[in-house]
C-alpha cells in the first residue's frame, strides 16, 4: 500500500469516512461524475482544437472535415456536445442535491457560493461553444441571446456591441468566444474547482445529519471503500457517453448566413425559459429584473436566517416534502394557463397604449403575476404552517418547475414568428 504522506487520495479525501456518506443515494455521486465530465471536455476540447480553426470563413469548414475525414473526428465531436449537454444536467442535479440536503449552512456557506458560480460559467462554457460551429443554428442562437442584453437600460446597446465585438455577429464574436470557451473559462472552473473541493475537505467531508453520533462506529476506510464506488461510477458514466455518442449526432445545419434569419430563431436550450419570459413581460422585467433577483435569492441563501436548521435531511421534514410537491404541482398547473391567457387574452400593451412600454408591458404584468404567486404563498403558509426552511424550499421548487415549463414551451411549443403551436405542426 501506498505511504498515507504521499498517496494522492488523502490530499483529496479524508483517511475515514462516516458509512452512511457512501450510500449511493446519500450524494447520488453528481459531485464526482460533473469532475469526470469536466475532465472529458478538457480532453475532447483539446482534441477538437487541432482541428478548429475559429474565423467565419474556415469555422465551418474545419468542422466538415474533422467530421468525414478524420478517424473519430465525428465521434470525438459527438462526445464534447453530449457531455457538455450533460454537465448542465448533473451540475444542476448536483446543485438541487445540495440545496434539498441545506448542505449549503455554516462551513458550507462558501462553497454554495463558489458552486453557484460554477455553475454560471459552466451554461456560460456551453454558451460560447454553441457558436464555434458556425452554423444557422449556432449563428441565429447568439444573435437572439447578445440581442437580449440590448435590453439592459442605459448600458444595453454598448453592452450587445461590446459582447459581439462589432454591431453584428462576426469574426471578432467567434474569435472572443473561441478564447473564452478554449482559455478564459476552462482556467477559471479549474481554479474554482480547487478551491471547490478544498473547502469540502475542510468542512469534514460531505454533510450528515447533525443529530447522527457515529461514535467512532460506521466509521470506515476511504480507500478501498470510497475510491472503487467512486471509480466504478465514473466508469459506467464514460461507458454510457461513449454508447450514446455512437447514435446521437452533434447538431450541424447550413453554413451561417448573416443575411437569413431561420423562422423561428431561437436561443440555446436552457436559455430558452428567458426568451419565453419575455414574450409575457417587457424584455427589462425579462431578462434584468426576474434572473437578476433569482440569482441574487440563490446567492444570498446561505445567509437567510432559519430558526431550526435541518441540515443533510433530505426536504428537511415530512412536511417539506409535501410542501415541496405540491408547489411543483401547482406551478405545473397555474404555468401553462398564464402562459395560454397572456397570449390570447391579456394584452396591456394594447390595453394602455399611451403608457411607456415598460409600464403597461412590463410592471402591470408583474403585478399580475406577483398577486398570483403571494396567492400561492398565502395557501400554502396557511395549509401547512410551516417552518421558514420549508417555505424556502417550497418556493425553490416553485421556481424550478416554472422554469421549466417555460422553457418546454419555447421548445416544443413555439413556431414560426415564436407564435404557440402543437409540437407536430412545426415543421
Ligand atoms: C465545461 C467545459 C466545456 C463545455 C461545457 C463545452 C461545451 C461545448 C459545446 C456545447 C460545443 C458546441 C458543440 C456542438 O454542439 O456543436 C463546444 C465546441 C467546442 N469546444 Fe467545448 N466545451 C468545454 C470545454 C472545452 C475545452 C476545455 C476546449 C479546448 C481546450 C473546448 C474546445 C471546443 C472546440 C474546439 C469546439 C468546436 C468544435 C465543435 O463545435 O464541435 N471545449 N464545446
Ligand atoms: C463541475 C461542477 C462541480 C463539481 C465537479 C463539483 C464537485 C463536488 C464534489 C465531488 C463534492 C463532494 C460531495 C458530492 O459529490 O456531492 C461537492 C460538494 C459540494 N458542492 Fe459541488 N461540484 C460542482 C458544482 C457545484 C454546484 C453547481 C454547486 C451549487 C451551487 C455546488 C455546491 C456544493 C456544495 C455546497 C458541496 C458540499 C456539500 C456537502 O457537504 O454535502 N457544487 N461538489
Known sequence: MANKQTNFIYHIHPEKVPASTIRFTHTFGLGGMALVLFLLQIVTGILLKFVYEPTPDKAYDSILFMQNHLLFGHYIRNIHHLSGTLLIFVALFHLLRVFFTEAFYGPRSSNWIIGVVIFIIILFSNFTGYLLPWDQLSYWA????????????????ELTSFVRGGKEVGAATLLTFFNFHTAVLPFALIILLLFHFWKVRQAGGVVVPRNRNHNGKGIIPVVPELVVRELVTGLILLAVIFLLAVFIDA?????????Y?????????????????????????????????????????????????NTGIWFSSSKGRKMALISALLALVIHPILIVASEYLIHFNTWFPSLLPVISGGLFPLILYSIIFLLYLFY?????KPLSNEIVQAVFVYFLVTYTVLSITAIFFRGPGMALMWPWKIS
Open 142 to 157: 447568439v444573435t437572439v441571446v447578445t440581442q437580449m442584453l440590448s435590453y439592459i437600460p442605459v448600458v444595453g446597446p
Open 251 to 259: 447538431p450541424l445545419r447550413e453554413r451561417a448566413n448573416p443575411a
Open 261 to 309: 434569419s431561420p423562422n423561428p430563431a431561437k436561443a440555446p436550450w436552457y436559455f430558452l425559459g428567458i426568451q419565453e419570459l419575455i414574450m409575457h413581460f417587457h424584455p427589462f422585467i425579462g431578462v434584468v429584473i426576474i434572473p437578476v433577483t433569482l440569482f441574487t435569492l440563490l446567492f444570498y441563501l446561505p445567509c437567510f436566517p432559519f430558526r431550526i436548521r
Open 380 to 384: 400554502i403558509i396557511r395549509r401547512y
